[in-house]
């Protein structure tokens, strides 16, 4: 059977656009789900509905609200993971001192142990991401990651080098006054990600040309990123079958990122 993993940012909780959410997640039907961006949704009615939607238990052991430190306008940007295999350990790394909002680790038995991150990494600047990426590298196993199935899945603010950039971008981002990709722009937490050994799906074997996740216009100035991902270790990633991004509409400013797996 294939494994279906999607990685989603619903826009501030999801607001009046959470019924076009809920039909494009039951039209999709991924078999595990990260959503960033789930402000609102601590009394886990949000949650639920999503579960329902995709037709998963409603319970501890298929879905998990992963709480984010909270913002300094008390605004707590979870992060949520809603899984069909029935999770068999949860936890969650919220330590206000490294991450911007939160890292869930789930494992999971999907042609054997699965374990995913689930995570949103910080918005405002390159240097603060990348301690992320560090405080990510400091829970995993280096041995066990290189012999393991695992998954990084989520939206973690940082640009790829491997991406179609226009040669201008240095130039569209000053004109837009976007900072927090830096001047000129830096690639540094995607590429310690790839150096630890992490494999961008979406660049292993695209099942379209779309590459787009979020196009911002700033003081007219239009720039298409991708900021979404969903990764695998190397031998995840000799299960990997195809990833694509699906337009979403108007149900987000952000475009899911789906990789499926055998």
């Not at 590459?211 to 007219?220: E, F, L, Q, S």
């Amino acid at each position: 059977m294939a494994l279906k993993v999607m990685t989603f940012n619903v826009l501030q909780g999801g607001e009046e656009r959470f019924d076009a959410i809920l039909t494009f997640l039951a039209r999709e039907s991924p078999d595990v789900l990260v959503l960033q961006e789930c402000l609102g949704w601590d009394d886990g009615g949000r949650l639920r509905r999503v579960a329902e939607a995709l037709e998963v238990p409603q319970d501890d052991a298929h879905m998990v609200l992963g709480q984010s430190r909270s913002r300094p306008s008390g605004r707590c940007y979870h992060v949520a993971v809603v899984s069909r295999p029935p999770l068999r350990s949860v936890s969650v790394h919220n330590d206000r001192h490294f991450l911007g909002h939160c890292i869930v680790r789930c494992d999971f038995d999907a042609n054997g142990p699965v374990t995913l991150f689930g995570t949103h990494f910080d918005a405002h600047h390159e240097k603060l991401r990348y301690v992320e990426a560090r405080y990510l590298r400091s829970l995993l196993d280096t041995a066990a990651f290189r012999e393991g199935q695992f998954l990084l899945a989520g939206d973690l603010n940082s640009l790829s080098r491997k991406d179609p950039y226009p040669v201008d971008l240095e130039d569209r981002l000053r004109r837009a006054g976007t900072d927090k990709y830096g001047h000129p722009p830096r690639f540094d937490v995607i590429d310690d990600v790839e150096e630890y050994g992490w494999v961008d799906t979406l660049l292993a074997r695209p099942a379209s040309s779309k590459w787009v996740t979020a196009r911002r216009n700033r003081g007219g100035v239009t720039i298409d990123y991708r900021t979404d991902y969903v990764f695998a270790s190397p031998r995840m990633a000799e299960r990997l079958v195809s990833a694509e991004v699906i337009d979403v509409g108007d149900a987000s400013d952000h475009n899911p990122l789906v990789a499926t797996f055998r």
